[in-house]
């Protein structure tokens, strides 16, 4: 799986003493499934793609966004459903990853929600979005307390207006989700507000758990 | 002075470049056994400062570096 | 001529971490003067994300100016196929409001540093190095700078090695985003901080350490030895450029 031409590309990777050729051949071995491509979302995409993640499943019909979404779907293509858009963007990124358009979608809720599932693995990765800020992390159960996502979004955690949030949140993922692939013992599971220094972490729900 | 086994399998890195180099021996190392012996085939400075310093530090034993041809020959033991 | 009022960033390198800042920083409303003298190679790939397969080959600040207008419609970004020397640095300094170093060698970070303390320019600093990156802002004369903290350049013999330049590419996302969101709060009028960030992606923790400038340090402290950018002290020293 390793010729050439990729293991130039994965250098970096394969250098690392906990990848080597042996961690990067499981990278590319493995499938991810993205619902949702809200900025978080495309970052987490984007960085995955880089690093060579084999398979990708991306499902978000919803246009593109006047002004684009960073770091990959260009202010030229709004209007266009996203993850056909993405699936072209990538290709140029890295065409060891073949990605796909999926049915379904983000599910519907006040923020942006960024739903990541990783083959073989029962958590899922999630990342929400809004008012300036992000929450992220890996869960357990069904789907994560939409108020108790809600709530952190509002709150005086985080930094307010910070444009760099999804960035910040996107790329977190795809770093779990890496670390994840190559080291599958348990990760630790639970939200985490993203800030400027230590992720603070979510206090424990008081709604009733997960909806 | 240890006695030292046939190669498990060689490497040419004479015509990489950094860091090239060492991604290529430690490609090589993952493919042999604990034990098994890595030899390598490489000319310039670069690899001569890099290859055994990285090897050791990653828990390989380099027994052997002499020259061979307008290079050096290595032969390095994998670790556990 | 008068300027008006759009903030300017000069940033320093268009690898990892150049990548991850420009188009938040051009999406920020700010100006862009972009310094890279390198051309787009295979291994960049892994983690420069402004860059495909079909810009191999092309420089890398041409390239990313590019994408980044592509990306951010009306985005101001002077590309310039140059490093920052000791005989630039002022005049590339001259009219910037904040210097954003994504460099990725001792020599360029140290003359980085110094300049902007010498020119009294707020600077936003990042680097990565195998699982970990850290972030850390620089007021000159008011916080720690990035000599109060690393006195100098490590020996020739003590650069990391070949086997050291491992990286995981997502963290160039990680650190990129703290680098804008600092820069963004210089922008905006406020500070970042006196600290240093440091992240570990492996065990997916941060830590926010606690600086203050060093009162001894020789270029931003009370009685500095450091007064100019003489090019002696930045010699480079070539190692592995991935």
């Avoid at chain 1, 108790?148 to 005086?156: E, V």
């Avoid at chain 1, 989700?177 to 630790?188: D, G, H, M, N, V």
């Avoid at chain 3, 300027?3 to 971490?17: C, S, T």
């Avoid at chain 3, 800042?21 to 892994?46: E, K, M, T």
Wanted: aromatic content about 4%; hydrophobic content about 45%; overall charge negative.
């Amino acid at each position: 799986m390793l010729d050439d031409l990729r293991i130039e590309r994965y250098a970096r990777h394969i250098l690392l003493r906990e990848v080597g050729g042996v961690g990067q051949e499981k990278i590319l071995s493995s499938t991810v499934r993205i619902d949702g491509l809200s900025e978080a979302g495309c970052w987490a995409a984007t960085y995955l793609v880089l690093a060579g993640v084999g398979r990708l499943h991306l499902a978000d019909p919803r246009p593109v966004p006047a002004g684009g979404l960073l770091p990959l779907l260009p202010a030229a293509e709004e209007g266009s459903p996203r993850d056909q858009v993405a699936v072209t963007a990538l290709a140029s990124l890295n065409p060891d990853v073949v990605s796909s358009v999926e049915p379904a979608g983000p599910e519907d809720r006040e923020y942006e929600l960024v739903r990541i599932a990783v083959g073989g693995r029962d958590e899922d990765y999630v990342v929400a979005t809004g008012n300036g800020r992000a929450v992220g992390g890996w869960t357990a159960v069904g789907s994560p307390c939409p108020r108790c996502i809600g709530d952190a979004l509002r709150s005086a955690e985080g930094v307010a207006g910070s444009g760099p949030a999804p960035a910040l949140a996107g790329s977190v993922a795809a770093s779990e989700i890496l670390a994840a692939i190559l080291q599958p013992a348990a990760r630790p599971t639970g939200l985490r507000i993203h800030r400027l220094g230590e992720a603070a972490p979510l206090p424990a729900c008081t709604h009733g758990g997960a909806a | 002075m240890r006695g030292v086994t046939e190669p498990a399998r060689v490497v040419d890195i004479r015509s990489q470049v950094c860091p090239m180099t060492w991604v290529r021996v430690k490609l090589g190392l993952e493919a042999i056994g604990a034990g098994e012996i890595l030899e390598v085939w490489m000319c310039g400075d670069e690899p001569l400062r890099n290859v055994p310093r990285s090897a050791a530090g990653e828990g390989h034993e380099v027994v052997l570096c002499e020259p061979a041809g307008d290079g050096h020959r290595l032969l390095i033991r994998k670790g556990a | 001529m008068e300027r008006g009022a759009k903030k300017r960033a000069l940033v320093i390198g268009a690898g990892g971490l150049g990548c991850a800042v420009l188009p938040l920083l051009a999406r920020a409303g700010c100006a862009i003067r972009l310094l890279d003298d390198d051309a787009v190679s295979l291994s960049n790939l892994q983690r420069q994300l402004l860059y495909g397969t079909a810009d191999l080959g092309r420089p890398k600040a041409e390239a990313a100016a590019e994408r980044v207008r592509a990306l951010v419609p009306g985005a101001s970004i002077e590309a310039r196929l140059e490093r920052l020397t000791p005989a630039t640095a002022p005049d590339l300094l001259r009219d910037v409001d904040v210097v954003v170093d994504g460099s990725d060698n001792f020599p360029t970070r140290f003359l980085v540093n110094d300049a902007c303390v010498l020119a009294g320019i707020p600077l936003v600093h990042g680097a990565i190095l195998r699982f970990t990156g850290q972030v850390m802002f620089v007021a000159p004369g008011e916080t720690a700078c990035y000599r109060c903290l690393f006195e100098e350049a490590p020996p020739a013999g003590l650069v990391p090695s070949c086997a050291e330049a491992g990286v995981l590419g997502a963290l160039c996302g990680i650190v990129g985003a703290w680098m804008a969101w600092s820069a963004g709060a210089i922008l905006a009028g406020g500070d970042a901080g006196d600290g240093l960030i440091v992240h570990d992606a492996l065990v997916g923790t941060t830590r926010v350490v606690g600086l203050g400038r060093d009162p001894t340090c020789a270029v931003c402290g009370d009685a500095p030895a450091i007064r100019s950018l003489d090019p002696a002290r930045y010699e480079e020293v070539r190692a592995c450029e991935v």
